[in-house]
């Protein structure tokens, strides 16, 4: 029998559209295999972010899925074959959106974690 | 479409992950990961595993990768899927459980299909090979008396031309037609029909062409014919140049233009039409429906002799009722512009079910009684498999706490276990279905052979409507049998089952369980009732006196005017053949009519005037009357009540005559001796002088009221048609074989239409009864056996799970039988309600079956006491018995069973 609930819920939506966001973002500069895109991510964030593997996979393929990414099977340096994501100019502009979102979203958060206790106490 | 659906899953597939693409880039992944940390100086293998580690949702990865490809409803589908392939896998665990719901739902199912099937043939689409037929109104005249006639030719042009709320309408008229030459000519259903007919059913050729509006210019014109495909293969070898070829239609020529479309019998149902000639040839091939015209084209322009109901399909938009207003204002206007003296009449517009006369109108009351007794039947299959669901239910009350434990919700167990319902419904639907495929045919073969020679045809296929309506039967049934006990299997206290694995004493269950066998037992004594007032109904309609005897009489049916004789040449033979019948030796006595009686439709009935009988305004006089030879009331054995009989004296120079049932005497003149002597006219005729009064006959149905009647003497009105009747001692059969010998001694080349015994005949009258009551006895067996087992499993389910109170009684020192005994009044208390709510539905119910009921009230003592001893000797046996069983066992181990 199987129990899970097979609808997505909002949490995991809201995980899943900052991931995509840092993957797009580490696309912009050029195609990377999925190896590379997890670890640009980690050197990035100075190690903070680890993306593993079970969440990058599913979430490059979701991106393929919207069009926002292609893939092709190429070379590596060290001449490894390996697929390669690149961007499509529609996940340029998703990357615009989401960015845009996020710093609205940074912004909100930070406004409120500076704003002054608020008054308490009887009016 | 298949390609399309080919095309859509292609894109679904390619849509799908790859999953051999996904597998490798996870090895590049790992083996790029390895690298690097080679690379970074670990050892190779340590760097695997570290890597390896790194990826531990390795095998987990392609599901999420997965499903972010597959769209919700696959997801939820596939949800679905493994719900029923566990159920099939539990089901496939407890077979015998299984078996018994499949099988039971079957005939449950089967007999609703049955039914379905008829009542679709009749009330959804009668007319075979024809779309949307049940939409299709039909129009008549009816008097103020209630009289339903059919329209004349320049009336319905009138019609055609001028109503606007039909796209379209034709006429036609079925009759039967002989067809060939000479000895070889049979009796056909045919259909004069107009022009544009075929282009409004839609009905193409499967041959050459169909009937059209150019078939209608000028009366006697097209001479031509279109013929069923049936005729077509079964008389004419399926001849692939048939079209062209010259058929003899009532002793005329007619050219075949075509062959209608296989699935097409004509428009009239239940009869199976076989040939199809346009109205202009009415007067060519003999019809004159009582006209008095004498030129052939007068019929057709003649606005008194009416022979077609008009009927077609209304504009977009048009109701019923404003069809039946415009039709209604037409007629008006037509009386008032070109009236004709006759009683008032109204132009009525009618569903196709109520065609006049139409089969449809006499089976439907029937099919809707059996379909309440369909229902009933799967009332109680379903009671009866919620039991079964109920103790099975019991049973996986650990499974079930399971997975309530493992983090089920109540809505995901309930699903599950309607599924597994589905899953058990689905087959019965299935074998439902092929039941009823199989056992329609049975059913119609049985008709069709009362109903022979006549060919009957039957629109019964099974097809995609009947295989919906079973499916949704089945999903209905395992929604109604698994909704309550899937609700209460999924509220388990987890606690209780899980400590103690006891043996549950719920006592909501318990009543359920009480409630199912009351609710089974009152359905089953409903059914009896039903089926014991049928079966009576036929016993006492077989019974019955139907006011002649038919037995030791035959019956041949020939046309003279098939071997080209005129009226003086016809009256020469039929005096030939009275006098050559009745020299024989071994005949009592010979007669001619042109009916029998019982005959199951209404004959025409005509138009009467009464002498010193002033008709109340509007009153429509007609009756049904019979033409017959001297002797015919000796030969039937009717009994003569005043006067004499006709005569051979009785001719055309002697003074018109006429006789009289008793109810029409009784009616006019107040009893039988009062009629001798008094007069009357049929249509515009003579007077006639009523010389008998004859004690009353059944004429079509054995169930109908007493009606007025009257008879002529042959010898004063002729008619080619007649019915030759001979009695005699003999075996019926030498008497039909000897009575034929006569016909073809007189002339060789006659065709004789049939030749069989009249008790034969007789037969047609009762066969609604008898598949009625069949089919009732069927449902009500049917239903007793279906709640008998369900008791039966019920009570000993109860039993077993008392086991160990019965242990401990014995052990107290209770003898067997008083166990037996408690257990009896148990079962009895509970069949005594059902039997009492039963026989209230029943009282209420029997009321409904009016139509199929004779000779026997619907609250008949005898049907109700049989049906309760049936059922509660049901009851008693399936309590007996179990409770016998376990009163034998031993209070040791009854002590131990739990």
Redesign the interface.
Known sequence: ???HS??PDARTDLLHGTLDMLILRTLQWGSQ????IG?TIRAQSSDVLQV???SL??AL??LA?RGWVTSKWGQ?E?N????FYRITPEGKKQLLREESRWTELVNAISQVMKAAPAPTGKE | MRLWILAWFERLKRRRLDDDDFQQEIRAHLAIAAEERIADGAYERSAQLASLNEFATVRLTPEPARRVWTPWWVDALHDQLSDVRHAIRALAKHSVFALTVVGVLTLGIGLNAAVFTMLKSIALSPIAGVDGSARLPVMFRETTAGRQLPVSYPDYQYLRDHDGAFSGLFGSSVATFNLGKGRSARQVWGEIVTGNYFQILGVRAERGRTLLPSDEIAPGRHPVIVLSDGLWRRDFAADPDIVGKTVEINNYPLTVVGVADPTFHGTTVVYDVEVFVPVMMAPQLGFSFGSRETTPSGILSDRRTSFLFPQGYLRPGTTLASAAAQADALWATLSRDRPLADAAERLRVVPFWQTPGGAPSIILPTLGVLTAMGLLVLMIACANIAGLVLVRALSRRGEIAVRLALGATRIRIIRLLIVENLVLAMPGALFGVLLAQRGIPVLVGYAERLAAPQRIFFNIEVDSLVIGFAVLVACGSALAFGFVPALQSSRVDLVSVINEDASPRGASRGRLRAGLVVAQVAVSLLLLVGAGLATRSVDAARRTNPGFDASHVTAIAVDVKQNGYDESRGRVFYRKLLDAARADAGIESATLAAYTPLGFLDTPARRVAIEGYEPRRGEDLAFMSNTVGPDYFRTLRINLTAGRAFEDRDDETAAPVVMVNHTLAQRFWGGAPNALGKRLRVADGDWRTVIGVVADVKYSRINESPRPYFYLPFLQSYRSTMILHTRGPAPIDVLVDRARARVTALDADLPILYARPMDEMKRGALLLFDLTATMLFIFGVAGMALSALGTYGLVSYLVKQSTHEIGIRMALGATGRSIVLAFLTRGLTLGAIGAALGMVAALGFTRLLGSVLFGVSATDAVSFARALAVVLGGVIVATIVPAWRAARTNPLSALRHQ
């Open positions: 029998m199987t129990l097979s609808r295999h999925g190896y590379a670890q593993e593997a079970g996979y599913p393929q979701r899925k590596t060290a490894q074959r390996a697929k």
